[in-house]
């Protein structure tokens, strides 16, 4: 601003400059013609700025030709114009230099063990909420003062500096910082990590890579970690596609729980269930259905307490008896029934999964699947190396998904770069094969609920994805999606004498050990998702879901030997 400021007052004083010869010859030559008096070119000077500046002149009065008078008008109008305009543009940038908000430069002084994020996108923005919500210290660097001036008014910590170069980096506080994030372009990300590396060389640097391969220049930089999203996503789908609910939950999953079934029910901006809790949904009370998880950016809480929330983009698995479970699908309007395949089909052949596209994701996919029994068939434009059954052509083209088998298909993998692409491969998917189950990539964050409207049965965002897992790594977690926890389980026991005659609310259940009990067999029937004054009698069976701890602490707590899980 202050050299904007300077450069203003530069220019004024060059034009002045430049006009002043060819005026006081103007004025030397009307007084000469029309007044008949021969003025110097100093005399000439102080008229011209006597009238600019409209302070008087009178001792060159009266004029006695009307040329002199209208060119005098015409210097007073002149002057007062050109004065108004310098100064109103002078004083406006001299304030404005003086209270104009700017963007910090430095870190504070007193933060430490901090994270610098350099760069600032939809990944890190979803990498910020998990580690504010571990209440983790972190500074955003970016070299935009715009950027950075939006980012503090969003509460987000941020400095302006470029982390490209040592003073940028300095300036963001990486001597007392405990780890690095770059999240920009590949060769950006390369220059920020060599910078920090020579400088820190004990810091951990996590770098994120675009493409494939690019991944080793970033670990020649001094990267500790480099995570590639697309990889990283393409890995989570195929965990989804082999096991698309948690272990434990494997039994009502295949069919082997009499009375019991699952559904995944997606949380969509201003519905109902959007900004409420397990406890405040009320679910049981009012449909006897069960949350026996949580899923938020690709990763499952299982057993989730009263108090977990449940926010817009939130999946929810409830577990309950199937007419109970569709009372509850209106609540969402773009949730979808879980579709369970099995491994074999009839006659011995293995159940098909279509990956449609062939990035990074889908190969990512394949690959993650080649030792399933699934036959893995694949829809793209460009033929792969290998031996991948390939099936050239668009995925949004009927006849090619009719001759990739999808009217057979048991999963469908929508891995397409372009979103709309991806709706409309949903579209066509769902209503070919009503009953096949589809997860999807979301490139953007925005159209996750659009893609469960076509007709998905699951969506993972790229970007909340990636982000979520660098989250486990700063906060020193596996990168192990929470789903596949084998201590999270299903268990069959007898009603302890302690619970005989008490409900569900006076035993404590839930309070005192965590484990959350989803059905009671009494006899030939099975009540799903009891309620809390449900009462507990001598002979009845429950049946809970819990980790193996929980399940403890239970026996504990009732006595009588720790519940075994039900056999897988």
């Not at 006695?64 to 007062?80: D, K, W, Y």
């Not at 893995?376 to 083209?397: C, F, K, N, S």
């Not at 953007?444 to 049965?457: F, I, P, T």
Request: glycine share 10%.
């Amino acid at each position: 601003m202050r050299r904007s400021l300077q450069g203003r007052l530069a220019r004024a004083l060059a034009v002045f400059l430049a006009a002043l010869p060819p005026a006081i010859a103007i004025t030397v030559w009307i007084f000469a013609r029309y007044e008949g008096r021969e003025l110097t070119w100093y005399q000439a000077l102080l008229f011209l700025v006597e009238t600019v500046t409209t302070t008087g002149y009178g001792e060159l009065l009266p004029f006695r030709s009307p040329v002199t008078v209208f060119f005098s008008m015409a210097l007073m109008i002149v002057g007062v114009i050109a004065i108004f305009m310098y100064m109103t543009v002078l004083a406006g940038d001299w304030l404005a230099s003086r209270f104009q908000e700017l963007p910090p430069t430095r870190a504070p002084k007193k933060l430490r063990g901090h994270v610098i994020i350099c760069g600032y996108t939809p990944l890190v923005e979803a990498l910020l909420i998990e580690l504010q919500e571990h209440r983790q210290r972190f500074l955003v660097l970016d070299p935009r003062p715009d950027r950075v001036l939006e980012l503090r008014r969003a509460g987000v910590p941020a400095v302006h500096a470029d982390p490209t170069t040592a003073p940028g980096l300095q300036a963001g506080g990486l001597d007392s910082a405990r780890a690095l994030v770059a999240d920009l372009d590949d060769s950006t990300n390369a220059t920020i990590l060599l910078q920090a590396h020579h400088l820190r060389d004990d810091l951990p640097l996590i770098g994120t890579v675009e493409h494939r391969g690019h991944d080793q220049f970033l670990r020649y930089a001094g990267a500790s970690k480099v995570i590639l999203p697309k990889e990283v996503i393409g890995r989570r789908i195929a965990r989804w596609v082999v096991s698309p609910v948690p272990e434990g939950l494997s039994r009502i999953r295949a069919g082997d729980i009499p009375g019991l079934g699952l559904l995944h029910l997606f949380i969509a901006p201003h519905s109902s269930l959007e900004n409420t809790t397990v406890r405040t949904a009320r679910l049981r009370e009012r449909f006897g259905v069960s949350i026996v998880a949580v899923w938020r950016r690709g990763r499952a809480v299982l057993a989730p307490g009263p108090d977990q929330p449940l926010a817009a983009g939130t999946v929810v698995t409830v577990a309950g008896a199937p007419d109970a479970l569709a009372q509850i699908q209106p609540l969402s309007g773009v949730q979808r029934r879980i579709r369970f395949g099995r491994t074999e089909r009839a006659g011995g052949k293995r159940e098909i999964c279509i990956i449609a596209g062939f990035g990074d994701v889908g190969a990512g996919v394949v690959r993650a699947l080649a030792d399933t029994p699934l036959d893995v068939r694949v829809i793209g434009l460009t033929p792969p190396e290998g031996g991948v059954t390939y099936i050239q052509g668009d995925a949004t083209d009927e006849a090619v998904l009719q001759q990739a088998g999808v009217a057979e298909a048991a999963t469908f993998v929508v891995a397409l770069n372009d979103d709309t692409a991806a709706i409309f491969a949903t579209l066509m998917v769902r209503r070919i094969n009503p009953g096949a189950r589809i997860v999807a990539r979301a490139n953007h964050l925005q159209n996750v609920a659009s893609l469960y409207m076509a007709g998905a049965d699951y969506v993972l965002s790229v970007p909340e994805v990636a982000g979520s897992s660098l989250a486990q790594i700063l906060l020193g977690h596996s990168d192990r999606p929470a789903a596949a926890a084998p201590e999270a389980t299903l268990a069959k026991l007898p009603v302890p004498p302690a619970l005989a005659g008490r409900s569900l609310a006076q035993s404590g259940i839930g309070r005192l050990t965590g484990c959350m009990v989803i059905a009671v067999r009494r006899g030939g029937n099975l009540a799903a998702g009891p309620v809390p004054d449900f009462e507990l009698q001598a002979g009845d069976e429950l049946v809970l879901f819990g980790t193996a701890a929980q399940l403890a602490s239970f026996a504990g707590a009732f006595g009588g030997d720790v519940p075994e899980a039900t056999a897988q």
